[in-house]
């Protein structure tokens, strides 16, 4: 009940604020939602639960660079030997790509993360920290990819990556993560706007 609770709270908010974003030109990207599964592995622990995103352009252009903001929140539920456990994560992120081309564009992103960890409902740690991604992406016939290293510094420093692969006009994406203890694998629809 907890996490459709968080669900329910969280999925408005991610819809409005792509709403409210102003498309300023033609077949240009505004704003992306993303709501899926996703399956997260932590030291010793496994669970299966849900994933909500947005990305929103922000309206400052350099020539040839973007500015944007990212909202994330995943949570995950296993149950072992009668008792509960939950992993949430949110993050909330700032980052500029360059466009190489139409098809191709580098970017580097940092922003708060935030990790947390319960056994039937108690908190058992909570960590604070940064995550800093450098990466690109490519597109081409429907199809879009992108691979990035990835930073994470909190409790622990590690260094590792991620990518994720866009499919079926950019509507479906997996996602997969690899960073210190930390794996995450995401299906999810996406919508732009």
Same mark, same amino acid.
Not at 61 to 75: A, H, N, V
Not at 92 to 103: E, F, M, Q, V, W
Not at 108 to 115: C, N, P, S, T, V
């Given at each position: 009940m907890k996490n459709i609770t968080k669900l329910l709270i969280a999925t408005p908010f991610l819809i409005s604020s792509s709403v409210y974003a102003n498309q300023p030109e033609k077949n240009k990207l505004v704003a992306q939602v993303n709501l899926g599964a996703v399956y997260t592995s932590v030291n010793n622990y496994s669970g299966t639960g849900y994933k909500a995103s947005a990305l929103i352009n922000?309206?400052?252009?350099?020539?040839?660079? !973007?500015? &944007?903001?990212?909202?994330? $929140?995943? +949570? /995950?539920? !296993?149950?072992?030997?009668?008792?509960? %456990? &939950? %992993?949430?994560? /949110?993050?909330? +992120?700032?980052?500029?790509? $360059?466009?190489? /081309?139409?098809?191709?564009?580098? %970017?580097?992103?940092?922003?708060?993360?935030?990790?947390? %960890? !319960?056994?039937?409902?108690?908190?058992?740690?909570? !960590? &604070?920290?940064y995550v800093i991604r450098l990466g690109t992406q490519v597109q081409k016939e429907g199809l879009n990819f992108q691979i990035a290293l990835e930073q994470r510094d909190g409790v622990e420093s590690d260094l590792g990556y991620n990518y994720s692969f866009a499919f079926f006009k950019n509507k479906m994406r997996i996602s997969y993560t690899d960073v210190g203890d930390y794996q995450s694998l995401g299906l999810s629809f996406q919508t732009n706007f």
């Open positions: 922000l309206p400052m252009i350099i020539s040839g660079s !973007d500015f &944007y903001g990212k909202l994330s $929140y995943q +949570t /995950s539920h !296993d149950e072992k030997n009668g008792s509960d %456990f &939950y %992993f949430e994560e /949110s993050e909330l +992120t700032l980052g500029i790509a $360059y466009n190489i /081309s139409d098809k191709q564009r580098v %970017f580097l992103e940092g922003g708060d993360i935030k990790q947390s %960890f !319960d056994q039937n409902e108690q908190g058992v740690w909570k !960590d &604070y920290g």
